[in-house]
Structures are given as structure tokens and as C-alpha cells.
């Protein structure tokens, strides 16, 4: 069973940091396409960054250069390093993993960019 649970979340103000956690199981990091994607209030969802492999990275224009992706196979665990957060920044954060053919979800992890 597909399971993907976020950690990580926090309030920070304007300029801090934070480091997302996604814990994979059922799987192997290896054989998904991994992502990070955001919902703000009122707003669609949106890709924030993903880590197909074979060391490539994708990113958002607006987090680029401020967020690294990254995962570790051996723990099977999927980062997004968050500097400079921005007002702008503020969003719930979702885990996803593209297997095959489906999407599998996180629970979401809220950050709240406030000073």
C-alpha cells in the first residue's frame, strides 16, 4: 500500500526556512517521479518542484533558486528546502508520487510565511 506522509510545516517569518519531509512507503523513491506541489487559499494547486531522476530537477519560476529538491533512496524519503520564503509562500504542501500511470498523494503540510 501506497502510503506518503508529509512533515515539516510551520509558521516562519518573512526570509526564514524550512525543510519538508515526505516519508514513501510501499515503494521505492526510485521507481516514481516524485513532487512537490502547493495549494494556497482560494488558489488551484500548483507544482512547485519535482525530481524525475537520473539527477534532473524541476522547479517553479517563482521558487527558483530559493528551493532544492532533493531524496534520499536510502531512506526513502523526499526533501524541499525552503530559503527566503516569501509572504507569497504560504500554502498547504503536498507529497506526490507518479507510478506507472497514477498519482498518489500526502495528507499535506501547511506553511505559513508571517511576521
Known amino acids: 500500500q501506497v502510503q506518503l506522509v508529509e512533515s515539516g510545516g510551520g509558521l516562519v517569518q518573512p526570509g526564514g526556512s524550512l525543510r519538508l519531509s515526505c516519508s514513501a512507503s510501499?515503494?521505492?523513491?526510485?521507481?516514481?517521479?516524485m513532487s512537490w506541489y502547493r495549494q494556497a487559499p482560494g488558489k488551484e494547486r500548483e507544482l512547485v518542484a519535482a525530481?524525475?531522476?537520473?539527477?534532473?530537477?524541476k522547479y517553479a519560476g517563482s521558487v527558483k533558486g530559493r528551493f532544492t529538491i532533493s531524496k534520499d533512496n536510502t531512506k526513502n524519503t523526499m526533501y524541499l528546502q525552503m530559503n527566503n520564503l516569501q509572504y507569497n509562500d504560504t500554502a498547504v504542501y503536498y507529497c506526490n508520487a507518479l507510478l506507472s500511470v497514477r498519482h498518489y498523494w500526502g495528507q499535506g503540510t501547511e506553511v505559513t510565511v508571517s511576521s
Open positions: 510501499g515503494f521505492t523513491l526510485s521507481a516514481a517521479v
Open positions: 525530481i524525475p531522476g537520473g539527477g534532473f530537477t
